[in-house]
Nanobody, 122 residues
Framework: QVQLVESGGGLVQAGGSLRLSCAAS????????MGWFRQAPGKEREFVAA????????YYADSVKGRFTISRDNAKNTVYLQMNSLKPEDTAVYYC???????????????WGQGTQVTVSS
């Protein structure tokens, strides 16, 4: 069982930056691939980024490539999402997720966090 708690969301102007954190409970954190998804109002939840259990491989949606960076610290049971050059279309609830492994550039999810709101004003 893995429990995930996100933090770091908020309101930022277009062009600004935010860093999301996801703290995981459980001793098996380092055996999971981790990811971030987001859901905007009226839209389906979509994949944003994922990272392998070791941190050696990262994957991004085309819409965030070059602007967002996913990383993890297995000693702290934490995964991060650094978001730069934010755009109004990045506004969404961002969810942390854990899964066994990345498949075809996305992450089949076994565990979800509760989500954190990110709002980017124009």
């Amino acid at each position: 069982q893995v429990q995930l708690v996100e933090s770091g969301g908020g309101l930022v102007q277009a062009g600004g930056s935010l860093r999301l954190s996801c703290a995981a409970s459980g001793r098996t954190f380092s055996s999971y691939a981790m990811g971030w998804f987001r859901q905007a109002p009226g839209k389906e939840r979509e994949f944003v980024a994922a990272i392998s259990w070791s941190g050696s491989r990262t994957y991004y949606a085309d819409s965030v490539k070059g602007r967002f960076t996913i990383s993890r610290d297995n000693a702290k049971n934490t995964v991060y999402l650094q978001m730069n050059s934010l755009k109004p279309e990045d506004t969404a609830v961002y969810y942390c997720a854990a899964g066994i492994m990345v498949v075809a550039g996305s992450l089949p999810v076994d565990y979800w966090g509760q989500g954190t709101q990110v709002t980017v004003s124009s």
